[in-house]
Every structure is written in structure tokens, then in C-alpha cells.
């Protein structure tokens, strides 16, 4: 078993993961006509990205947060979710001017625009094209007029919080917890997920519950458990100092090493567990079918994550230590029955002060 080691070490801290967690039953089958996809579409301009595309484990990703959804939509997201890795390592690849800010915000407002009115040609992605025009057209067909508006939200907050954490590297700025933490979600592609959850799982809420102050405050804090999560995954493969990093915020906040930062990470993302739990349960008392189905999809997202991201090369051997991807590459990973009893105080932090109330009111 290879295990990358790094400042916070080779183990991870045990996880406080309360929640069940699934997988499609055939994932392989969708992992091989994805990568027959990206193949056709050519996805990738040589053996090198390919494995690296192939080792984030998309599918798995994906099979782990809507392990009974219809195949023919987990797999069109399985293909989103490989397209968005190889165009992100694209321009990784390409230079730090292909990254500013400026640049970022055109990319972005392009490919939202693309996918609202497709046929308008806004963007050329070179190599990436092809796979695109196919995404957008497989898309609109699939999706009905309301779930492509969803998709397109999703999308867009995703984007959004990708120019923000982009902003900040390149101002040199280190943001503080609070704002990190409460952009965190859309950095993570929260919304843009569990759209395809929901939509694979034909999951329709009431929009006047999806989006009431409860509900987007539970998505929010599923959100952050996934983004903390991969802060502690990602951190070995991180070789940008200003990258923003739970851990690096805490440590430049603290003046501290990062295992120290780490117990207090981890402290508040295990506070943010037991909020969702307790808000889960109150949103559970509505007795609303759907909501439970969408409450259920939260639960798979959260514990799904772990267990893809422990397995996927794509972290467990860093692009910045490897070549190629470690394909048996795994982190060891454990699970408490409790929180951690580290020292903290999240509620003094803004937002989460604000998730409390939040359950407090609806309590």
C-alpha cells in the first residue's frame, strides 16, 4: 500500500462520519463507457493526462453520492465531472497566466452562457471542445426546463467560488476562517453535485422548501464537511502556498504549525457534523417524502466523499510528487464514534453562529 506523507503526515485524523454510505451497483460498467467517451470525444491530449484524468476516479465520485440514480444520468455527470478535471489541469498546466483572475472571470461567464444558450459559440476550449458541445447537447436533452435551470445555478455558484479562491491567490491574500468557510461550498462545486443527485434520483422538492433558510443552511453545511474533508485530503497536493486551505488559514491565523491547525479544523468540522445531524433530524419531522429523499442525498455526499477521496490517486499520490498517478495508492483512513473533544469554539464563528440559529429557530 502506498501512503504520501506530508507536514500533517501520512495518517489522516479519524473521521466523525455518522452516516451511511452506498454505491452504484454498476459503476464499473459507467466508469469504462465514460472513459470510452472521453476517448472518442478526446478528452485528453496525451497517455500522461489521461491517467492523470483517470485517476481522479470520477465515477466513483460520482456512483458514491447517487448510488441509486438512473445510469444514464450518473453518467453523463461522471463525464462533467472528468471534463472539469481535464480542463482544470489544462490550465494548471499551461502557466500561472492562465489562472488570473481576469482570465478566470471570462472562462466562467462563457461556459455559463454556453450552457444557457448553446450553439453561440462564447468559448473555445482548443482540445476540450469537442467533449464540451457533446456535455451541453447530452445535457439539454436529458434534463427537463427546470432542472437545467438548477443545473445552470449549481454550475454558476461552482464558478463563482472558483474566481474568488482564484482572486485571492492572486492578490497574495490569506482570507480569514469566517469568509473561507462560508464560500467554501461553492469553491467545492457543492450545488453542481447535488443537482446531478437530485436530478439522477428524479428527486423533485417543492421550491419553496429546497429553498427555504433550512435547507440551504443543511446543503451548506454538507457542503463544508465535504470541502473540510478535502482540505485534509488535499493538502499533500497543494503546492501553492497562498492556495486556500483550512488548514493554511488556521496556521496563518494561529501563528502555528499545521498539525496544530489540524486539531482545530477538524474540531469545527465535526461541530458542523452535529449541527447537520440535528438539523436533519428537525427537517426530517416535515414528513415530506421528497425532502427526505434530498436529506438522504446530503448524507451519501458527505460520507461518499471520504471514502472516494482515500481512494482516489488523484490525492493519495499528488500530481507535484508523481509523474504518473499511484493507481494502488490509498490513505489509510479510520472513523470515531464521537466528535473530536478539541478545544474550540466554532459559534464564534459568523457563520456557523448563523447555521445555529438557524436550527435553533426551526427547533
Known sequence: MNVPDS?????????????DSAIHGNMEELERA?????????LYPNETERAWGIATHSADFSCRIAPCGRDEAVLLFIKWNLWAFALDDAHDMQGEDMSTTSRLVDLSAKVVRSLESPGCA???FGAQQAAFDDLIACTWSMLTPFQLRRFTEGLRDWLLGAVWQASCAERAIVPNLNEYLSIRPSINGTRF???????????????????????QVITDIAGFIVSCDNDLFSYT??????AANIIKIISYRNRC????????AVAIRDHAMILFIKLREQLGKLSNPELDRYLESLEYYISGSIRWMSMAPRYASPRNQHNLPVLDARYRIIYRDAPTTASTDPSSIPTIAYWQLVLEGFS
Open 237 to 242: 497536493k497543494e503546492n501553492n502556498e497562498i
Open 34 to 42: 465514460a472513459i470510452l467517451w472521453a476517448d472518442s470525444v478526446g
Open 122 to 124: 462564447y468559448v473555445n
Open 7 to 19: 507536514v500533517i503526515g501520512a495518517d489522516l485524523p479519524a473521521f466523525y462520519c455518522p452516516l
Open 257 to 264: 504549525f499545521p498539525m496544530e491547525a489540524m486539531k482545530e
Open 193 to 215: 453535485s447535488l443537482t446531478f443527485s437530485e436530478i439522477a434520483n428524479n428527486i423533485n422538492i417543492d421550491p419553496d422548501i429546497h429553498y427555504s433558510q433550512p435547507v
